[in-house]
């Protein structure tokens, strides 16, 4: 299992044995997202919205935040 939380955002994710982004359905919930596996229909994923009022602070606690993501921003000449 792998997982981040977000503090700015107030996400979490959770990404389970078997994920594979070439493989993955997904499906909106009130409270997030399903990640299932679209070859077998197990869960594989989770991202849950409005994390802190959801999870343990526990578990918030011990996962680490995201990497950064790498913005490219090209300029072109006019």
């Given amino acids: 299992m ?3 939380y977000d503090r700015a955002v107030d996400i979490a994710w959770l990404r389970l044995q078997g994920w594979d982004k070439d493989h993955v359905r997904v499906e909106q919930l009130p409270s ?3 990640e299932r ?7 594989v ?3 849950y919205w409005n994390a802190s009022e959801r999870l343990p602070s526990e578990l918030l606690e011990a996962l680490p935040a995201p990497p ?3 913005i490219v921003i ?5």
């Fill in 2 to 4: 792998d997982g981040h």
């Fill in 32 to 34: 997030g997202l399903v």
């Fill in 37 to 43: 596996d679209d070859r077998t229909g197990r869960v």
């Fill in 45 to 47: 994923g989770l991202e």
């Fill in 68 to 70: 950064p993501q790498q």
């Fill in 74 to 78: 090209e300029h072109q000449r006019a």
